[in-house]
């Protein structure tokens, strides 16, 4: 479930849709949540599922049991960005790294994804990568933690209007009170993709 505050907008026919802020969004704010509404898919145990992974490869996500997540709202039109303003550490959900303003798209990086294939990147960015590849989430989980670690203190001091949809709040809050550790974004990796296939499409 995505934050109340955004839409989805038209970007263009090189980007396609996006998720758009429609009011500031602080930096610590749950920007998105997996809920009881999201499918979890197991394409190797569900046969007849098997001949959709190019699609769920683009409108979803692979957990670290490799299952597929497909989002039941407008969270699966988050588009990448090598400097993503959103990431989710070692739980079910993301956070916003600094303050989204109103107008700017949500990001997140999709080398945190598991992806299965690499991607050319588009985003625009002075330091985009190029390429998305499923190499980037062991080579970058350390800056993303850094990162996730210096904004998740904030989510305690601002309004969080999905903390009821979290699996665990207990555990979240433990964390901000120093009971237990964030948990590395690197919780969420799926540990047979390490090598890249052909490139799939770009985005």
């Known amino acids: 479930m995505l934050h109340p505050n955004t839409e989805l907008r038209y970007l263009g026919p090189e980007i396609g849709s996006g998720v758009i802020a429609t009011a500031p969004i602080p930096k610590g704010t ?13 394409v190797k145990g569900t046969p007849k599922f098997q001949a959709y992974p190019p699609v769920l490869e683009r409108y979803s996500f692979r957990n670290k049991d490799g299952f597929y997540v497909l989002c039941w709202d407008y969270a699966r039109f988050v588009n990448h960005h090598c400097e993503a303003n959103c990431l989710s550490p070692g739980m079910d959900f993301e956070i916003a790294i600094r303050d989204i303003e109103a107008g700017e798209e949500l990001t997140n990086d999709y080398g945190s994804l598991n992806l299965e294939f690499t991607m050319e990147c588009m985003c625009g960015s002075p330091r985009c990568r190029k390429r998305t590849e499923p190499q ?53 990796m799926v540990e047979e993709l390490r090598q890249p296939r052909e490139q799939s499409y770009a985005r």
Do not use: K, M
């Open 136 to 188: 980037d989430f062991p080579r970058l989980a350390g800056g993303w933690d850094q990162l996730l670690r210096a904004a998740f203190p904030a989510i305690e001091s601002v309004a969080q209007p999905l903390w009821s949809y979290l699996e665990d709040p207990n555990f979240v809050r433990d964390c901000l009170e120093g009971r237990a550790p964030i948990p590395s974004i690197g919780e969420h």
């Open 30 to 42: 749950i920007t998105w949540v997996q809920d009881e509404l999201d499918q979890v898919i197991d």
